[in-house]
């Protein structure tokens, strides 16, 4: 082991005899600090994160009762009965003051129509934070594109993923969301009034990038 230095020994010996506590203070002090800005942090990251919400949940609601004119049957997570109040279902509401828009990390409008195997057919927004610790948001279109069958496990049915958005929260640019909702949203409303799922399929193909697909 490498000798000590007698003169840093003493030194440190002397400055902790005089002041006991002062490293301690010095250290209460960073963590205060670095309290006050991991709470104000996460403090906008809640604020921005409700903001989105309270738009995304009303532009999912109204896109449903759109689809639901021409009984087209959609589901949509969270579920109506969860942040709104009714005057007149499905069109006349207002949101819940007891609904906690912060908890909501995942809000989808699945298609649950049988015909032409589109039950599953979805937009779906995640939130996310990366491994720098940046929060996220993410939107994809989800559907099934066939069933496969697992020697272990059985039949199973494969998804595919396409990215339709993708920014950190503190760079979202809402028109461009809104913007691609209408388009997809014209594709979607037009495969199923001319009953071809091909439409909408064909058209996130061809306009977005693919993500790694999944079974289940």
Known sequence: MPKSDP???????????SDPDKWFDNLNADLNKKTEEVLEHVDEETSKKVELNRIFISDFWRLWNKFNEFNIHFVMEPSHSSFAIFEEFPTKWKFRNTFDFSSVSTIQLMDRTQEEGRVGDSLKIWYYTNEAGIPGILIVFEFCEGEHYYKYSGWKRIYSQYTLYESPLSEIDMDAIHNMFGDVMKAWFESHLKHSRDIIIGYIKETYPKREGYSK
Not at 7 to 17: I, W
């Open 7 to 17: 003169k840093v020994t003493e030194g440190a010996k002397r400055t902790y005899e």
